[in-house]
């Protein structure tokens, strides 16, 4: 069974850091593209950062120049450095990870991609 599991949120103050970790764990055979989305009350979930397997990255314009998103291949695990937070960066974030998985069959192996969201972790930057 696959799942993203998330940490690193809290409560922070205006012009703080914090850093966001998603692990991806179970029988996968690769991870396509990462990302970060966030959804404040009473809006809708946006996109804040996305990386491919390539390591090419796409931020919202919120997010250009303070936050960062990279990944380690090899933990299967994708990491947003978030500094100098506003009080607008106040949201829950969600982790999304597009992956492949192998499925045995009669015919040999076909492969199947999922979309899987993490269960979001609550970031408050205070003013």
């Known amino acids: 069974q696959v799942q993203l599991v998330e940490s690193g949120g809290g409560l922070v103050q205006a012009g703080g850091s914090l850093r966001l970790s998603c692990a991806v764990s179970g029988s996968i055979f690769s991870i396509n593209a990462m990302g970060w989305y966030r959804q404040a009350p009473g809006k809708q979930r946006e996109l804040v950062a996305i990386i491919n397997s390539g390591g090419s990255t796409n931020y919202a314009d919120s997010a250009k120049g303070r936050f960062t998103i990279s990944r380690d291949n090899a933990k299967n695990t994708v990491y947003l450095q978030m500094n100098s937070l506003k009080p607008e960066d106040t949201a829950v974030y969600y982790c999304?990870?597009?992956?492949?998985?192998?499925?045995?069959?009669?015919?040999?192996?076909?492969?199947?991609?999922?979309?899987?969201w993490g269960q979001g972790t609550q970031v408050t930057v205070s003013s």
């Open positions: 999304n990870a597009l992956f492949l998985v192998q499925h045995p069959t009669g015919w040999g192996p076909t492969t199947v991609e999922y979309d899987y």
